[in-house]
């Protein structure tokens, strides 16, 4: 997939800062976050546990509440209070596939009802009939067989209760979709499959997606752009290819060394390169968020950018 | 039964499976060995049939519960204890429990008449009424009194445990209302009660409930509170599920075993609430026979070696029917417990 | 690796489960020598046996399970006198065994460690009881411990409590444990798939490190063969209960034989190529209550032969330290092509090998 081909921005997230707690206990989660999802990309959120990415995720979707700043759908503010309307509206277009295929389906409930929950909410218009033969369909999208509506979510394998989940999230048709680490918890083999679905059902049906992960080798195979994140701050804003083969900012560098590759010789050889955010002296200069190459920013002090930029060519 | 229904269905599948496999393979066991290292020709359908599984949850929880003999031999013997109960009075030849029997030959008062004499079968008390009919009657009294407390706890606790659980604004009222309920003791409260209202079946029940809703609902909260930020449940509020649906269809379903082991627990303790209440003197009077009446009854004669069977069968009931309750509630929660879903 | 220089030999090894009335043929006929000193991965999806197979080592089968076939014999000291693990049966036997001679380091931090005890306190509860050490020796040597793993200010951290750490700092603690008992063979059940990639890389270089300073045999558990490029000697690539492929890293990773091997390297994300789909195996493994007939794999292989249907393939060698059970290995095979991202593999193998 290369960049997107519309420039049209279906989501904005403006000067985003999530707090947890108040007073003393107060923890920053998310820090003054900015970026722009176009319209049928995929943008790739990555950074390690805490980072703060599954915080932006949910704050999209409104399961979280922001502290500052805006989140922008369509151009409509979607964060803080909202009227019904637009709440219904962004029930159907927004939704979320989850990380845990082993605690994101209810147990208790038969495929059938799981799947179909989402039609119950945004279209009570329809008959059961009508939902049933809908439910149907959303389970051959994802490449499973009908005959699994009546089955329950413990009867099946890891990665196909990531796709009955993927189902349940499809069936509104939504036109974004958050995707939370939706293969972190899947065995390799199975994380291709689940890959090649999301693949496919972006270039059937023009999803944008906002792809969070942690790591760095599977973004490159799916995001057309990746923004890396460490600590509630936005690091490094790129290209896929152009955040993979000329990264600047040092924990970019560290995440990329961190790629596992099949590959021994290569492994023995390699050395690790381990991020300290203590290497950033920001007493004097404030860090600013800088283009430094073509489409591609970073946040650094004006004598760090020099640095990095000398540093990548030499490289 | 379903889950035996559930074994034939998965069985049958796996048999479909097998001929599948078969069909080609079979066939191919008899050529000759040039051909056996051809390409097979490859089915992707095949690849993607999985074998349903047997595990069905409630056909596992039966099937735990019925593996514990002692549980099921004495859930038989409670449920025809409480069904003898109230079939009672519809036998031929029972006695009115509140008949002080007289001698129609003598015209004397049949007191304290040893078990199996004069036609009563326990014996009879000191005023001459049929001890096995006023057991009988006590014990239906008491069962009645414990079943409903139980039904109005659960039903009253569980809306309460579910709203506070559920609802974070109504935590902090909940919480204030259980310090309060749980500092009264239920001997104050039953005190009170027996002395506003003139005690009778219906004033014990409320008794027993006003503080009894509390604890299932704090205990329903803690549940509650496990379950509530799981992730299929942030999936359903994603996907806009009213609060409602999402506590009856997400919520409730993971409960009913505990719900259904609180309410095993609650019977005996209501019947043990009721005898002790009665027993100091403030239960039901001595026209509604209870098992605290008679327990109590017989208490007053127990010195007395050969009336002592006046406390001995209403305690026998008694301490059956409590101990029943509890080794089958018990039993029936490890059942529903799914690691012990394996064998 | 000589003969004589086995720590653990595995023989035919069949373990089967009871569950609800029915059969489990988790491990269907595993050999398997390890080496003294070596790492050995183990690879495989969910479902494969892999940590049924090390748990059995261990007697941490599960109460409706047991060995029903082969032998397993532990060889302490080389050349010496072997421990039949195979047939130890009660606890007794088994504490012998377990932590002092063979550890392990489980996938979730946070449920190994005790919540409510500091990590202090359960590493030196390891050092006790295995190194037969007391008070303040005990607690230096738990403080070297935590040096060791790479926790800084280990005074401070020894007096804190699980939750007070990060997953990674978690992992390094349990791996404190399990070399506080001083075993021979630690066994690492996925002790990375729960951490991000940064800090994985991290455990990983750590667990060499503590291989070269305690001497250990390190076997490790995985279903990510990127993994383990980095740190294994020797891997084995498991499939539904058996082992269908082992040879070296080098072996594996560049010339690997069996249809499983080949669509697990295919299909890591590392391998794809942007805009197009992904290598995948289609189906799910094999459902394992049933008799299988012929190679497991044959159901999901597009390029299974008929004979793979028919009977099961036994091991064929290409080197002598390299096996994998395919028929594709047979001289009458016919000749098939791996797919491209293992011949990119092998390319990339042979610029090496031109350019040192």
Redesign the interface.
């Known amino acids: 997939?290369?960049g997107p081909a519309e420039k049209e921005v279906l989501l904005e997230v403006k000067d985003l800062n999530i707090t947890y707690g108040t007073g003393r206990r107060a923890y920053d989660a998310v820090q003054q976050a900015n970026f722009v999802i176009y319209k049928g990309e995929t943008f790739g959120l990555v950074g390690?546990?805490?980072s703060g990415k599954t915080t932006i995720g949910r704050a999209i979707l409104r399961i979280l509440p922001t502290s500052g700043g805006e989140i922008l759908y369509k151009g409509q503010k979607i964060n803080g209070r909202i009227s019904r309307a637009l709440d219904k509206q962004l029930t159907k277009e927004i939704q979320m596939i989850f990380q845990d295929p082993q605690s994101s389906l209810n147990e208790r409930a038969k495929v059938s009802y799981i799947v179909g929950e989402g039609l119950q909410n945004v279209r009570p218009d329809l008959s059961p009939a009508q939902r049933e033969e809908k439910v149907r369909q959303a389970l051959l999208d994802v490449g499973l067989l009908p005959e699994f509506a009546s089955r329950f979510p413990h009867e099946f394998?890891?990665?196909?209760r990531q796709r009955i989940g993927i189902a349940r999230a499809l069936i509104v048709e939504p036109e974004f979709i958050v995707a939370d680490e939706p293969i972190s918890a899947l065995?390799?083999?199975?994380?291709?499959?689940v890959?090649?679905l999301l693949?496919h059902l972006q270039k059937e049906r023009g999803i944008t997606y906002l792809f969070i992960a942690?790591?760095?080798?599977?973004m490159?195979?799916?995001s057309d752009r990746i923004a890396v994140i460490h600590r509630g701050r936005i690091l490094e804003l790129a290209d896929?290819?152009e955040l993979v083969t000329h990264p600047l900012h040092p924990y970019t560098r560290?995440?990329l060394?961190?790629?596992?590759?099949?590959?021994?010789?290569?492994?023995?050889q390699?050395t690790?390169l381990?991020?300290d955010p203590a290497i950033h002296d920001y007493s004097v200069e404030t860090p600013q968020w800088r283009q430094l190459r073509p489409r591609h920013w970073v946040l650094c002090s004006g004598s760090e950018a020099a640095q990095w930029l000398n540093q990548e060519e030499r490289s | 039964m379903l889950s035996f229904l559930k074994?034939i269905r998965s069985r049958r599948l796996?048999q479909q499976?097998?001929t599948l496999?078969q069909q080609?393979?079979a066939a191919?066991?008899q050529?000759p060995?040039?051909?056996?290292?051809?390409?097979?020709g490859?089915?992707?359908q095949?690849?993607?049939?999985?074998?349903s599984s047997?595990?069905s949850y409630w056909g596992?929880t039966f099937?735990a519960f019925f593996k514990n003999r002692l549980a099921v031999a004495l859930l038989i013997a409670l449920i025809a204890v409480v069904a003898f109960a109230f079939l009672q009075p519809c036998l031929p030849g029972q006695k009115d429990p509140n008949l002080c029997a007289v001698d129609p030959v003598t015209g004397i008062q049949y007191r304290n008449i040893a078990p199996g004499q004069d036609g009563f079968v326990w014996g009879s008390n000191s005023i001459g009424q049929d001890l096995w009919a006023r057991i009988w009657a006590g014990a239906r009294t008491s069962l009645t009194i414990a079943f409903f407390v139980a039904v109005v706890e659960a039903v009253v606790g569980i809306t309460a445990g579910v709203l506070w659980g559920y609802v974070r604004g109504l935590d902090f009222l909940f919480t204030e209302l259980y310090n309060i309920f749980d500092n009264i003791p239920t001997a104050i409260v039953l005190i009170l009660i027996s002395y506003v209202a003139t005690p009778s079946i219906w004033t014990m029940i409320l008794g027993m409930s006003i503080k009894g809703w509390i604890e299932m609902a704090r205990f329903i909260r803690n549940q509650i509170l496990i379950i509530r930020d799981r992730d299929y449940n942030v999936a359903s509020r994603c996907i806009g599920t009213p609060t409602f649906r999402i506590v009856v269809r997400n919520l409730l379903p993971y409960l009913v075993s505990v719900i259904m082991l609180r309410m095993a627990l609650t019977i005996p303790e209501a019947i043990g609430n009721e005898v002790f209440i009665t027993y100091i003197g403030l239960g039901l009077s001595v026209e509604t026979p209870s098992l605290g009446n008679l327990v109590n009854d017989g208490r007053k004669v127990m010195m007395q070696a050969g009336l002592r069977y006046q406390l001995l069968y209403p305690t026998l009931i008694l301490s059956f029917v409590t101990i029943a309750f509890y080794l089958i509630g018990n039993a029936f929660s490890d059942a529903a417990d799914p690691k012990n879903?394996?064998? | 690796m000589e003969q004589n220089d086995r720590i653990l030999s595995v023989q035919d090894l069949h373990v089967k489960f009871?569950?609800?009335?029915?059969v489990l043929h988790a491990i269907r006929g595993v050999d398997l020598e390890l080496y003294r000193g070596e790492v050995l991965a183990i690879v495989g999806?969910?479902?494969s046996g892999k940590s049924v197979f090390t748990k059995s080592f261990m007697g941490l089968l599960?109460?409706?399970g047991s060995i029903t076939g082969g032998t397993m014999d532990y060889y302490p000291t080389p050349g010496g006198e072997p421990v039949r693990l195979s047939c130890l049966k009660g606890e007794k036997d088994w504490l012998r065994i377990r932590g002092r001679e063979i550890a392990m380091v489980m996938q979730d931090p946070m449920t190994s460690l005790n919540p409510l005890k500091t990590i202090g306190e359960q590493i030196m509860e390891a050092v006790c009881l295995h190194q037969g050490l007391k008070g303040a020796a005990a607690r230096e040597k738990t403080l070297e411990y935590l040096r060791d793993v790479g926790i800084r200010d280990p005074e401070q951290r020894f007096r804190q409590y699980p939750h007070e750490f990060?997953?990674g700092m978690r992992q390094r603690v349990v791996i404190a444990i399990a070399l506080a008992c001083s075993p021979r063979i630690l066994i690492c059940d996925e002790p990375t798939t729960a951490l991000?990639?940064?800090?994985?890389?991290?455990i990983l270089?750590l667990l060499k490190e503590m291989r070269q300073k305690y001497h250990l045999t390190i076997v490790m558990i995985t279903?990510?063969?990127?993994?383990v490029?980095?740190i294994?000697d020797r891997v084995a690539v498991m499939y539904a209960g058996d082992i269908v492929e082992i040879g070296t890293?080098?072996e594996i990773?560049y010339d690997p034989r069996h249809p499983y091997t080949w669509?697990?390297?295919s299909?890591?994300?590392?391998?794809?190529v942007?805009?197009q789909?992904?290598?995948?195996?289609?189906?799910?493994?094999p459902?394992l209550?049933?008799e299988i007939?012929?190679d497991a794999f044959?159901?999901?292989?597009?390029?299974?032969?008929?004979?793979?249907?028919?009977k099961r393939p036994p091991y064929f060698s290409v080197t002598p330290t390299h096996k994998a059970k395919t028929?594709l290995l047979?001289p009458?095979?016919?000749q098939v092509e791996p797919p491209a991202a293992v011949k990119l593999?092998r390319k990339?193998?042979s610029v090496?090998d031109r350019t040192r």
């Open positions: 997939m290369t390690e546990s805490g394998s890891g990665g196909q065995d390799m083999s199975i994380r291709a499959q890959l090649n693949r942690h790591d760095l080798s599977v490159r195979y799916i896929a290819e560290s995440l060394s961190a790629i596992p590759m099949p590959d021994p010789r290569r492994e023995r390699k690790l381990v991020y | 074994n796996e499976l097998d496999q080609g393979p191919w066991a050529l060995e040039n051909e056996l290292f051809t390409p097979a490859f089915q992707p095949q690849a993607e049939a999985t074998a047997n595990y596992s099937r879903h394996l064998q | 009871d569950l609800r009335g029915r999806e969910s479902g599960d109460a409706n990060s997953g991000d990639v940064t800090i994985q890389a991290q270089q279903h990510d063969l990127g993994v490029a980095n294994a890293a080098d990773y669509a697990l390297l299909s890591m994300p590392q391998m794809g942007k805009g789909d992904l290598f995948n195996i289609l189906g799910t493994p459902n209550f049933a007939r012929g044959a159901p999901r292989n597009p390029q299974a032969l008929k004979i793979d249907f028919v028929w047979d009458r095979a016919p593999l990339e193998a090496h």
